[in-house]
């Protein structure tokens, strides 16, 4: 039984902070790299961040440079994503993902290309 179970969303100010958790198990999860994924409303669905099997490689998407941090701890079969400077526009349902890949390539990134989702955290950035 191979699960992904996020938790940390909520409601943050614009500016606040969120940390996300996805803690996993039913797989070896120091063999694959780890996504983060949202979709806001009446959006489809983006790559946020991925975090290689190991750790030594980090990807993020354009619009959160520089204010989210994405992190693993092999030990406890955990994906961290830390969100600074949170805006308005990061209100989504966040979903952690088990890739196929170890690496995170553009491929692996791809919602059609991932076997594995969890079933999502809400965030919801507002004033």
């Known amino acids: 039984q191979l699960q992904l179970v996020e938790s940390g969303g909520g409601s943050a100010q614009p500016g606040g902070s969120l940390r996300l958790s996805c803690t996993t198990s039913g797989f070896a999860f120091n063999l694959y790299a780890i996504g983060w994924f949202r979709q806001a409303p009446g959006k489809e669905r983006e790559g946020v961040s991925c975090?290689?099997?190991?750790?030594?490689?980090?990807k993020y998407v354009d619009s959160v440079k520089g204010r989210f941090t994405i992190s693993r701890d092999n030990a406890k079969n955990t994906v961290y994503l830390q969100m600074n400077s949170l805006k308005p526009e990061d209100t989504a349902v966040y979903t952690c993902?088990?890739?196929?890949?170890?690496?995170?390539?553009?491929?692996?990134?791809?919602?059609?290309?991932?076997?594995?989702w969890g079933k999502g955290t809400l965030v919801t950035v507002s004033s």
């Open positions: 975090i290689s099997s190991t750790g030594g490689s980090i």
């Open positions: 993902a088990k890739l196929r890949a170890v690496l995170c390539t553009d491929q692996a990134m791809s919602p059609r290309d991932v076997p594995y």
